[in-house]
């Protein structure tokens, strides 16, 4: 009984040994791309699966991401919102954007995957860096909200990069939709053909396969 007991005890040192390595590493790739010094936020990213409503005071160490949008947001058709990226308690973006719902099966969730491209006073694309990734209009926020660890996409496409691929950049974030918070959610880049990120000569198109409909569609 007691050696079961130990055996338990070290499984579970061991589970926190490998989270809190998992954490530098982020962090330490985190602060790589934007050429700051690297900063461990295990207690933020433990909090982020708070329900929506106040956030842990932890989590104030993530980047915040404001949208406010008036009203409920479409699917598969953008509505013009405003927003406000803020690092540190800096702000790193304010401006105009285009809103929808995007996603299949993750819109069955409380918590929303959303997708949005950056707009200037014209209402054309407007190409930004957000949070030290590569100037672009297209953007994707993503809720891990069936990933527990909030991480597995995210150390997915870190890893990814490093073996010499491409694979979406990626930040943590938080969400304020219209004044309410709606959690920890990814801020990632949008899969196109583009020299920062699939970089492919033409007439390269990208096959998207939809889980939803059983079918496949292409994109130029």
Do not use: C
């Not at 590493?25 to 050429?35: E, H, N, R």
């Not at 915040?64 to 949008?69: E, F, L, M, P, S």
């Not at 690092?87 to 285009?98: C, Y």
Request: proline share 6%; net charge positive.
């Amino acid at each position: 009984m007691n050696e079961t007991r130990g055996g338990t005890r070290t499984s579970r040192t061991g589970i926190r040994v490998l989270v809190t390595a998992i954490v530098v590493g982020l962090a330490g790739v985190g602060a790589q791309s934007s050429g700051a010094t690297p900063t461990v936020t295990i207690a933020s990213v433990g909090a982020q699966s708070a329900a929506a409503g106040q956030p842990p005071a932890a989590s104030k160490r993530l980047p915040r991401v404001d949208v406010t949008v008036r009203g409920p947001v479409p699917l598969e058709e953008q509505k013009a919102a405003r927003s406000q990226v803020r690092k540190e308690g800096r702000t790193v973006f304010r401006g105009r954007i285009g809103i929808e719902l995007r996603g299949q099966s993750s819109l069955r969730f409380p918590k929303k995957p959303y997708g949005f491209e950056v707009r200037d006073r014209a209402g054309d694309n407007r190409n930004v860096s957000l949070l030290g990734m590569p100037a672009d209009d297209d953007w994707i926020l993503y809720p891990p909200y069936s990933d527990k660890t909030l991480m597995r996409n995210v150390l997915a496409f870190t890893t990814a990069r490093r073996l010499g691929g491409y694979a979406s950049r990626t930040r943590l974030v938080e969400l304020w939709l219209d004044g309410g918070y709606r959690g920890v959610y990814v801020l990632m880049e949008k899969l196109k053909l583009h020299e920062d990120r699939v970089d492919k000569p033409e007439p390269a198109q990208l096959l998207e396969w939809s889980s939803w409909s059983l079918s496949f569609s292409i994109r130029t």
